[in-house]
């Protein structure tokens, strides 16, 4: 090859290399200002949103919401702007309407403690507060908050009458209820980060009107106490029921709708299907079943019959005069001498 054809190769070889080298510079220049469009975000304030759904009576808690960018333009003044809204206030208010999640909360859906129809609005609908007294023993120690659920535990003793010792027991009496409020306060206090912990003692709960009627009995009968219900244990027990057909989400709703529906069906309490143990089950020295009526109702009947019974002794101027005993026929007791015929 010449050098000619040589200089025509490397000159057509140069050129092909630059206009390659001058598309890419033109591709990529018109791909940047899309790339930096696409990643435009909101300019405006940062708004407080909800996390998740919403429904009438939750319990504002940090994991509930939080602050967002939102376009400037469509702030409204009802919305929680970041810098002006102290969150430590919002914590522990109640939703009083309806809100969606990744939906503004605006200041006239939420009711703070001490405003009017404050516990009213925590209540879903149907439902009841029923408050009911705790000590740091029945309480779990104080590490019960608003918005946690509990079991309610019965423990009595049932009178033997007669029948032996009395039976001890305590059962479950109601399951997954939610808590409204400790003595007169509804939202958990946090200091440098930390959830304060605190001795109370009453505890509001929310319940059905058939179960706050269950519960003024119980506290009739015996001692009331409470225990903490898992986070998971809500979720499965729900599970369970949509699995089982006792729970069906209505047909046709929206995500928004069933979201409330299932929040609903999860807070709901449960009266039935509890659980209970006795003295036996903690002792073999205590009973493990209730005290028989009737065999004490006999007992009692034959301890009134020997206490009612004559005692018939002997003519006095027979009466002896050393030791003697009493001694039972059928329905007569005599008094004989010892050593006596």
Not at 2 to 30: E, F, Q, Y
Not at 239 to 257: E, R
Not at 265 to 274: C, K, L, Q, S, W
Not at 314 to 321: E, G, H, K, L, V
């Amino acid at each position: 090859m010449d050098k000619k054809k040589l200089m025509l190769l490397l000159g057509a070889l140069v050129i092909a290399i630059g206009t390659a080298l001058a598309a890419r510079s033109l591709l990529t220049g018109a791909s940047a200002p899309e790339a930096e469009a696409a990643q435009q975000v909101p300019k405006g304030p940062k708004v407080l949103v909800a996390q998740r759904a919403l429904p009438v009576g939750t319990i504002i808690t940090a994991d509930s919401v939080s602050f967002q960018l939102w376009p400037k333009e469509m702030v409204q003044d009802a919305y929680f702007i970041d810098g002006e809204a102290d969150m430590n206030k919002l914590l522990g208010t109640v939703v009083r309407y309806p809100i969606t999640a990744g939906q503004p909360v605006t200041q006239g859906a939420l009711v703070a403690p001490g405003d009017r129809g404050f516990l009213a609005a925590a209540l879903g609908p149907g439902m009841r507060a029923v408050t009911i007294p705790v000590s740091a023993k029945t309480g779990v120690g104080g590490f019960i908050f608003p918005g946690d659920h509990v079991d309610l535990m019965l423990t009595q003793t049932v009178s033997g009458q007669g029948d032996g010792p009395p039976l001890k027991a305590t059962e479950t009496i109601l399951r997954n209820v939610r808590v409204l409020a400790t003595d007169q306060t509804t939202n958990t206090v946090v200091e440098d980060g930390k959830t304060v912990v605190r001795s109370f003692r009453t505890v509001t709960l929310e319940v059905t009107p058939k179960i706050a009627e269950k519960i003024a009995v119980a506290q009739t009968i015996g001692t009331l106490s409470l225990t903490l219900r898992s986070l998971a244990d809500n979720q499965s027990e729900l599970d369970q029921a949509i699995a089982s057909g006792s729970v069906k989400v209505p047909a046709g709703a929206t995500k928004d709708q069933e979201a409330k529906f299932l929040a609903q069906a999860m807070n709901r309490p449960v009266d039935g299907g509890t659980t209970f143990v006795t003295g036996g089950d903690v002792s073999r020295f205590q009973r493990r079943t209730a005290p028989n009526p009737e065999r004490a109702a006999q007992a009692m009947v034959a301890q009134q019959q020997v206490a009612a019974t004559p005692v018939q002794s002997a003519p006095r101027s027979s009466a002896p005069s050393g030791p003697t005993v009493r001694v039972t026929r059928g329905k007569n007791t005599v008094v004989e001498q010892v050593g006596g015929r």
